[in-house]
């Protein structure tokens, strides 16, 4: 695989920070099966293959990661007739994943439960690997609330759905609550790289993340509906009003694994409707897929600038 060749700017003291994951044991494993990734450290050169891995950019849907790879390929200049991108997950069909120099595009599947179970093997995959100072970004999708759709939001906080910073999970029978930052350092320069992109929209504020995509998101289109108009409204409206300006389903585990195991974490969703004006995803397919592009320009745009070192 060809590398950049240039030296990636490193954030604040993450200077030759190793991927470390949150646990002990991991350490001590004679062999570790990455089994939804259908990679294991028995069977694979983890190192030689992943090692010089630096952005690690997620996202839900398997065919926008490929894309993605494509579109950074040609971006970093490593795209050449007849490039292929293999899915490096081949074996498996639970997530796909692809690799351009020090880039690596994976996707995520919805929701909470599918990231956790990606993020836990490849951030030991990255652990394994030896890679050092990682970020990881989300590049998503999401409903917004009060902006214009097609706008871009950088997530500076990710919250729950009843607005707070945290992410509860049952582990071992019992409630255990993360909270859910991201890093701010990382978010700025986001938004400093969104001046240069001024052909849309991009705007720092919180992100809620649901469990569901309909009663779950105020939805009223549901095959269950438990509330009236009034009611969503009032919901979307307070949460307006607490500087939440877009709901999707997976910043919250996002924000409280990476930052659980020291690893930088941003995400950068573009809202594809207007929650207080509707609940269908309804626009063409072709705005659609512009919209879904904002994200990566905006990314692919920060992951140039990080290479070169120049800010
Ligand atoms: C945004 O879009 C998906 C649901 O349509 C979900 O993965 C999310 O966070
Ligand atoms: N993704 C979501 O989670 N919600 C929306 O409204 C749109 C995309």
Redesign the pocket.
């Known amino acids: 695989m060809a590398s950049s060749g240039s030296q990636t700017k490193t954030r604040g003291n993450h200077s030759g920070h190793f991927v470390q994951p949150a646990n002990p044991n991991v350490a001590t494993m004679p062999e570790d099966v990455l089994y939804h990734l259908s990679l294991s450290t028995s069977t694979h050169d983890l190192p030689a293959m992943f090692g010089d891995v630096k952005f690690v950019c997620v996202g ?1 849907s398997p065919t926008r990661m490929e894309a993605f790879a494509k579109y950074m390929a040609k971006e970093l200049g490593l795209d050449h007739p007849g490039a292929e991108y293999p899915n490096i997950c081949a074996g498996t069909d639970r997530y796909a994943m692809f690799k351009v120099g020090p880039v690596l595009s994976v996707s995520h ?3 909470i439960p599918s990231t956790s179970v990606m993020l836990h093997e490849v951030i030991k995959l990255l652990y394994h690997a030896r890679c050092s100072d990682v970020t990881v970004i989300r590049i ?3 409903g917004g609330i009060g902006l214009e759709p097609g706008s871009v939001v950088v997530t500076q906080q990710a919250v729950d759905a009843s607005f707070s910073p945290m992410f509860e999970q049952m582990v071992l029978g019992k409630r255990v609550v993360q909270r859910t930052d991201l890093d701010q350092e990382l978010a700025k320069e986001l938004m400093q790289c969104a001046t240069d992109l001024p052909e849309f929209p991009t705007v720092l504020a919180k992100t809620m993340c649901t469990s569901d ?1 309909y009663e779950g998101q105020g939805r009223l289109d549901g095959a269950l509906c438990s509330y009236t108009e009034k009611d969503k409204q009032d919901y979307l409206r307070a949460a307006h009003a607490a500087g939440i300006r877009n709901i ?3 910043s919250s585990v996002l924000a409280a694994m990476c930052s659980a195991c020291g690893i930088p974490v941003a995400v950068v ?1 573009v809202t594809l409707l207007n929650r207080l004006d509707g609940d269908q ?1 309804s626009s063409p397919h072709d705005v659609l897929v512009k919209y879904q592009q904002r994200p990566q320009r905006l990314v692919s745009h920060f992951i140039k600038k990080s290479l070169s070192t120049v800010w």
């Open positions: 839900g599947g919805i929701g998503g999708t999401s995509f999707e389903m997976e969703c995803v």
